[in-house]
């Protein structure tokens, strides 16, 4: 496998941005220089990330998120 992420990743299985098998790998987030851990969704070229809100959920069961806009790097976490 290359190291070399998508531009654009999710981690919502229904969307046909889902790689279960990246995924698996583990793939950390720096959005403007600081680590986000609550990551739903995120485009690097369009410069934005999902974070889910808290723990509410919209009319069909799925957390409810908010897009932020900034800096959007990617990484494949180290396994120790």
Same mark, same amino acid.
């Given at each position: ?16 941005? =889902? ?15 600081? !680590?986000?851990?609550?990551?739903? !969704? =995120? ?31 990617? =990484?494949? !976490?180290?396994?120790?």
């Amino acid at each position: 496998m290359t190291d070399t992420l998508p531009d654009r990743l999710s981690t919502n299985p229904k969307s046909p941005h =889902y790689d279960e098998a990246l995924l698996q790998r583990g793939v950390g987030i720096k959005f403007d220089g600081q !680590e986000k851990t609550n990551v739903e !969704e =995120y485009c690097v070229s369009e410069g934005w990330i999902r974070v889910a809100v808290g723990k509410t959920l919209d009319r069909h069961g799925n957390p409810l998120t908010i897009k932020l806009k900034g800096k959007v790097e990617p =990484y494949i !976490e180290k396994k120790a």
